[in-house]
């Protein structure tokens, strides 16, 4: 949908430097831009490449000038960007219906306004709220739960049961609700425990290409609102996500552990089971969190096995240093033998 | 399907205190069980929430008694309740059949009571054993084998040849029998060594969603019976994974290495080629085996490179005092220069 | 197709020393190679093997002999045998056409010579190249380009727009051109950077089972002429890869970051955003490259963070003696404080 630069001012909250009457029709990077994408400035060393940009606005702080271009003033300019994409970029054409080849159980319950491409496969008793989209070779298993303005990209699984909030997006080949991995050994063989608990993902939460997620074991797997899951990421029984937690590419979080509010991991990060990583911590990429550890508020720790981020800064600088040391080391001990 | 508690008793040679009618439907966690749900107790730690379940029936140790509630006394409680999943969640509805959507090659050989689901994709010589269940989605190439009592869930790809023994599980996602990686550098460019070998897995296997098993480069890539892999571990060409080991997730096994029985990896290990683990090796979470080791049998190791259990841990010990050492070094260096 | 011993030592330009007119037609191991079958021999270790073979033809170095075999001289035996199981091996058999199941939108351009396989959904703009073969299930978004003689395995996801080269083989369970995962915190939420830049890959690239890679988010993600990467990849927003570069199983690599010609990752690397790898750098298994990093041309580093090889391995060994140091360093404090 195209909209002026007045509008997207007044949507932003920004105030306007410039022509209020030119065209957006989409957002772009400065160097393929064209003259109707909007594009951002926020830092001092693009300004040559954003000035040089065949975009005619820019989102860029207060005070910012680019010669001939309409600048709309705001105090975080990525930050506009983001909101002015999903705002421009809003679907106007609504696409809905059911493809004639999808199979879908007689006990389903369908929003009129979703969509249902082809072969997508739903069990009986499961419901998909309005103006979802369900794509090619989707899965959707007997009773599971899909809230309104969802979008599952093609070939994604929904265990039986398994239940996404509101404006959840799922990429393609995500296996949402699999049995938890949980054995006994007795007699020669692992019988399995039983993985019969269920799976709860809150509202606007963002899930990956090929991330797998179990149901719980006996008890319930949580995400909350707002969670952000990278590609590859695995998720096991059991485990709680608080709400806006980001999460990156690879990581895996074994069972029973629990994370806080705005917790990050950085990518391949391992958390052992039954950790609990309190509101705001954050866990630098590759460390790996012990069985039962605990991550303070607002901590940030490193390594594997993980500690605090300047205790691990030492470390690390201080095995790059151990050649040297033991050399010290051994020089004392000469002198001393003297 | 329901049974008694007497019945379930019986079943599991377990002495039964209490009410022998008492019926039982399945199973749960102490917290969410419904009168009808067998729970079990095997720590002192949770008696108080089992004492106030809802369920009726409880495994638990010999001598346990909890107010009003049916006692079945074994030995190994946990055990126990995983046998008795197993046995009260048997499938009495037994629904087998062939979807209309599914297409079939002419020269495929199902078992009448084989379930094939919509959208399943079966090429020409493939072999289906009784009571197989495979569900949406799934793609079986030319000439791939699966046992009896089989279940693969949605969106499971076997490639040609693969194949699978009796009562093996697949989630969702996992791709078996894919070609190995292997190339071969001259006249500028990579050419692939040959990905032809055959991928067999055994009886009793469990693999998780979106694995990755690759066939054999020249020879075989094998999967012994009852072995146990959670989602997102990766298999390489020529690995010969012996019974019962259990593979947690995101393993990564590369080519030619060998995992006697009754080996575990933690999650996020990662094994070099031609490596070598014995029977009841142990490997910690995030480990990694550099290429040929060897890791005898029973042996514990951790880090990257492992080490034996004990030296690890000494060394992330010494690691953490690292800095406190280079101060003593430094210490005595001073002395020494006075 | 089967083929002589002298068709193919004039297509390898090696000497032919035996039967001229022995048939080929295949490759194998030496233990289970049947006479009409191709092995090799690149090492003393496994001449006695080779010489056993049920095989008549042998690749092997000028100057082998092995009994009654036929030999065909050639300077590098396992680079011949690549070459020689893909001559060997060519499709003889045409495979093309479409199934009817097929669901393709009216405006995508498909080459007569092409195959489509069952339940593969072709959506508007798409083009796909001469002998390319798509397999079931396959989901090529609006837009999505496939070059000349590719082929996809069942159950692959091009993105809308992503495009192929020539010659690209992608396994099963491949997410190509998914969304990068980019947010901006503000007014208590994450608002998703736009993800909209494209995605390219050259021609002769083999991407592995379940691997994703993710689209540009303004920019381009690019992966060069005959690049290589094995099962469960994950390749970030933004990335660059040079050509004839080879990515080990599990690596992940990070937004943004570039890597040049030839290089090769170990697997479970971890690359951070922003990093450079030079032509030629090579990534030991499990290495982690840190944010913004540069690996020089033809450098070997590992670890994590990764040094160069020399010195991790100093330091490996180091800190393998480390509990020792620490108990001189004990000694010498006791002798001082006499």
Redesign the interface.
């Known amino acids: 949908m195209t909209r002026t630069a007045g509008e997207l001012a007044e949507y932003l909250h920004a105030a306007l430097v410039g022509d209020a009457d030119a065209l957006l029709a989409?957002?772009?990077?400065p160097?393929?831009a064209r003259a109707e994408d909007l594009i951002y400035l926020d830092s001092p060393r693009h300004q040559e490449r954003v000035a040089e940009s065949g975009a005619r606005c820019v989102l860029a702080s207060p005070g910012t000038r680019l010669g001939g271009k309409t600048i709309l003033e705001v105090r975080?300019p990525?930050?506009a960007?983001?909101?002015a994409?999903?705002w421009l970029?809003l679907k106007s054409e609504a696409a809905f219906g059911v493809?004639e080849?999808a199979?879908i159980a007689p006990s389903a319950r369908l929003a009129p306004s979703a969509f249902i491409?082809?072969?997508v496969?739903i069990e009986g008793g499961v419901e998909i709220g309005a103006g979802s989209v369900i794509?090619?070779?989707c899965?959707l298993?007997r009773g599971a739960r899909v809230g309104e303005g969802c979008r599952l990209?093609?070939?994604v699984?929904l265990?039986p049961e398994a239940s996404l909030g509101d404006r959840v997006e799922v990429?393609?080949?995500a296996?949402i609700g699999?049995?938890g991995?949980g054995?006994?050994?007795?007699e020669g063989?692992?019988?399995?425990?039983?993985q019969?608990?269920a799976l709860e993902i809150g509202d606007?939460v963002?899930i990956?290409?090929?991330v797998?997620i179990?149901r719980g074991s006996?008890?319930t797997t949580r995400i909350g609102n707002?969670v952000?899951i990278?590609?590859?990421v695995?998720v096991?029984h059991n485990v709680r996500i608080g709400e806006?937690s980001?999460i990156?590419?690879?990581v895996?979080i074994?069972g029973s552990s629990t994370l806080g509010k705005r917790v990050m991991l950085?990518?391949?990060v391992?958390v052992?089971d039954h950790c609990t990583l309190e509101d705001g911590a954050i866990v630098g990429?590759?460390s790996?969190i012990?069985t039962g550890k605990i991550v303070r508020q607002g901590q940030t720790v490193w390594g594997?096995?993980a500690?605090p981020l300047e205790?691990a800064k030492?470390?690390?600088a201080?095995?790059?240093?151990?050649?040297t040391?033991?050399a010290?080391?051994r020089k004392?001990?000469e002198?001393?033998e003297e």
């Open positions: 989409g957002v772009a990077g160097d393929s975080d990525k930050l960007f983001a909101k994409a999903a970029t493809h080849s199979v491409g082809p072969y496969v794509e090619a070779f899965f298993g990209h093609p070939r699984t265990y990429h393609s080949g296996v699999s049995d991995f054995y006994v050994f007795g063989r692992w019988w399995k425990f039983p019969i608990g606007d963002e990956g290409a090929n797998t179990d006996l008890e707002g952000k990278d590609n590859l695995q096991a806006n980001v990156a590419s690879q895996g074994s950085g990518g391949q391992g052992a990429a590759q790996g012990a594997s096995p500690r205790q030492k470390q690390f201080s095995i790059a240093r151990l050649p040391l033991a010290r080391v004392l001990e002198r001393d």
